[in-house]
Each structure stands twice: as structure tokens, then as C-alpha cells.
């Protein structure tokens, strides 16, 4: 009896295994013969050589479909089992989907604005997304970079924010300077947290696939290959946002998120975002896309607090 073993090094394994596993089953009925294994982020094959080696070319091809569409419908994975050469150009139907999160969770864009914001990333190379709190700005724009850089579309993703205070002076932070801005940073890891495997996240961390910095440590550089993310831009100054935004490299994706009805920056200091917004607008490859509060997706509370404020805004 031959072993096969087949790493999924580019693939969440959930993606070739499906839901409760439901898609080995399928694999399974379709390769009786053969004894198939998962474990872990490897599928082992063990059987007869030729249909050993039949499964493990069209495993291949499933990896395929996923890296270049983000998803393996059922109809697909039958296709291509029951194909050698299944037509990978047709179609997916557009139901939002980004990215296979942790858990077997499908992380789609799900509101109007959602869709709006990742159909002008797919159109241009910088956008601006703009939106009250809740309305997934920072996650659709996380969702969007993974997808990239799981099709191969770029070679890293850089993730950036102001490390400004909200509203609240948090004094001396103990520990060296990774723990002094962790802070920060922390709702962008928790994105990450939720489309990437710990292992693999921790792996991409390490070699600077994935890095998560604040908005000072871009200073200087050439940002190329990358889809790169500035979070919280409202509370980015002139000075810093003009910074960011030319430190666009070749062959680079650039998303910026920010809420102005939320700027932490001191009195007198000016944001940055919206001059931004109004020097930019009429340039070609430059998307600006406004959530709004119908786009808010978190308790149904929220809605209602953002619609309160700005209701209360209005009558000052």
C-alpha cells in the first residue's frame, strides 16, 4: 500500500475538508478505495499508486481553485473530481465571500457599503473608506488584504494606525516597546486572529509577511508588493497622512479607514483625513467609499448610539 502525504501550506485546511469535515466525505465516496487522513494542515492518501496519485493531482487542483476564487462550492469540488481539467476561468457567483475564517467561519462583506468597498479595491489601488463605528470598515479591509495575499496577489500584508490615545491618558506602559504599542494595535490582531490560524499567523509574523505597526514606523520606507492598511486615519495629522500615502511602492494596495465623527488628536490639531480626502478625489485609481449608519453590523444598539450622537451633533 502506497502513503501519500499532501502539505496545505497555501489553504486553510477547512477550505479542502469543508464544514464537519463534509467535503472529505464527498472526496471519500469518490475514492472508496482509498483511505484518506487529515490531520492537522496535511492529508495523507494511502492505496493503489495510480489512484493515489489521481486524488492527490485533483487536491492540487481544488488548492487551485480556492487560491484564485477564495472558496470551493460543492458543485466545484464535484466538478473537479469528476474532471481532470475542471474549467477554473468560469465564475463564482458574487455572494460577498473574502476569505475562510478560523472555525470554519465565512467572512463575507455583508451590507451595501461592505460590497461598495471591496468592489473599489478590486478597481483601484488606493481607497479611502470612511464610516461611523460599526460599520466593518477595518475588518472588510483586513478580510480583503488576507484574500489577497492568500491568491498570491501580493507578498505581504503591512497594517498601520496612529498610536493615539482615545480620549484618555493611559500613563507609563510597563515592558519593552512592542508592549507599549500592542495597545494600539490590538483590534487589527483581532481580525487577523479571526482569518488566520494561530500557527500560521505566528509564522507570518515572524518572517514579516504579516506586519502590524504604528504610523510612525513607516517613515522612510518603500512600501511594494504589499496591501497596506491605515486604521483610524482621522486621527493621522496632514503632515503624517501625506507621509503614509507616499510611501506607495510598485505593484502595492493601499486602504484607508477612518471614523471623523471619532479624532483623538490633541486641541488645535488638525486630521488630516478629510484634506486628504478633497486634495485626492479627482485623481484616477483613487477610490473614496462612505459607509453609513446603515452599515453597521455590531449589537443593534450601536446603530442606535451612532444615530443618537449624531442627532445630538446636529442640535449643538
Known amino acids: 500500500m502506497n ?15 469543508g464544514i464537519n469535515n463534509q467535503n472529505l466525505k464527498i472526496i ?3 475514492f472508496p478505495k482509498l483511505k484518506i487522513i487529515a490531520r492537522g494542515n496535511e492529508i495523507i492518501i494511502k492505496g493503489e499508486e495510480i489512484e493515489a496519485e489521481a486524488l492527490a493531482d485533483k487536491i492540487k487542483l481544488m488548492v487551485t481553485h480556492i487560491l484564485r476564487y477564495s472558496n ?7 466538478d473537479i473530481l469528476g474532471s481532470s ?13 473574502l476569505v475562510m475564517g478560523n472555525d470554519g467561519v465565512i467572512i463575507r462583506a455583508k451590507t451595501p457599503g461592505q460590497k461598495k468597498l471591496v468592489e473599489s479595491a478590486d478597481q483601484n489601488d488606493m481607497v479611502f473608506a470612511i464610516g461611523p463605528a460599526g460599520t466593518g470598515k477595518t475588518y472588510t479591509a483586513v478580510a480583503i488584504a488576507v484574500r489577497a495575499l492568500k491568491r498570491k496577489e501580493v507578498k505581504r500584508i503591512i497594517i498601520t494606525r496612529p498610536a493615539v490615545e482615545a480620549g484618555e491618558n493611559l500613563g507609563f506602559l510597563p515592558g519593552d516597546l512592542k508592549d507599549k504599542i500592542d495597545p494600539y494595535l490590538r483590534p487589527l490582531y483581532d481580525a487577523l486572529d479571526d482569518m488566520i490560524p494561530p500557527e500560521k499567523l505566528r509564522m507570518y509574523m515572524e518572517n514579516r ?15 511594494n508588493h504589499a496591501f497596506v492598511i491605515l486604521d483610524e486615519a482621522q486621527n493621522a495629522t496632514h503632515t503624517q497622512l501625506k507621509m503614509f500615502l507616499t510611501r506607495m511602492g510598485p505593484h502595492a494596495k493601499f486602504i484607508i479607514t477612518g471614523d471623523l465623527t471619532q479624532i483623538d488628536l490633541p486641541k488645535k490639531t488638525h486630521s488630516g483625513l478629510l484634506n ?21 453590523i455590531r449589537h443593534r444598539l450601536v446603530k442606535d448610539i451612532v444615530n443618537a450622537y449624531e442627532k445630538f451633533k446636529q442640535v449643538e
Open 3 to 17: 502513503e501519500f502525504k499532501i502539505k496545505l501550506d497555501d489553504v486553510h485546511p477547512i477550505e479542502i475538508l
Open 209 to 223: 509577511t504579516i506586519e502590524v505597526a504604528p504610523l510612525a514606523f513607516m517613515r522612510g520606507r518603500t512600501l
Open 72 to 78: 470551493l462550492p460543492e458543485d466545484r469540488l464535484i
Open 276 to 296: 486628504a480626502i478633497h486634495i485626492l478625489k479627482e485623481i484616477t485609481g483613487i477610490g473614496v467609499i462612505e459607509l453609513s449608519i446603515k452599515d453597521v
Open 28 to 30: 471519500q465516496h469518490a
Open 85 to 97: 481539467k475542471p474549467v477554473l476561468e468560469e465564475e463564482v457567483k458574487d455572494d460577498g465571500f
